[in-house]
């Protein structure tokens, strides 16, 4: 296996990384509603691509999937937690109506 011989100096190592630059990506206004869009790319705000509307297929997946139903469990924890503030409200009534009795 090779091992180099010396330390690479910072003056080579810049040199040497002179070309590793970030470039900005390349960006146009979308013809339909404005708004500044990737090149290449369907519109995000309107959805649309070269002025024609497109079907996301995320949009399109999202619709046609039901909705999950709530395990047995969380519905059982959700209804004590309301079981359990109701019974603080009561219970704070209770202290607000003998104090204002006494």
């Not at 040199?15 to 013809?31: D, F, G, M, Q």
């Amino acid at each position: 296996m090779a091992v180099p011989k010396k330390r690479t100096g910072h003056s080579a190592q810049g040199s040497r990384r002179s070309n590793w630059k970030a470039t900005k990506p390349e960006t146009t206004k979308c013809p339909n509603c404005g708004a500044t869009v990737l090149t290449h790319t369907v519109c995000t705000q309107c959805g649309t691509y070269k002025g024609q509307p497109v079907k996301l297929a995320d949009k399109a997946a999202a619709e046609v999937k039901p909705a999950k139903k709530a395990s047995a469990k969380k519905t059982t924890k959700k209804a004590k937690v309301e079981e359990t503030t109701a019974v603080e409200e009561v219970k704070a009534q209770e202290v607000k109506e003998e104090k204002t009795e006494e």
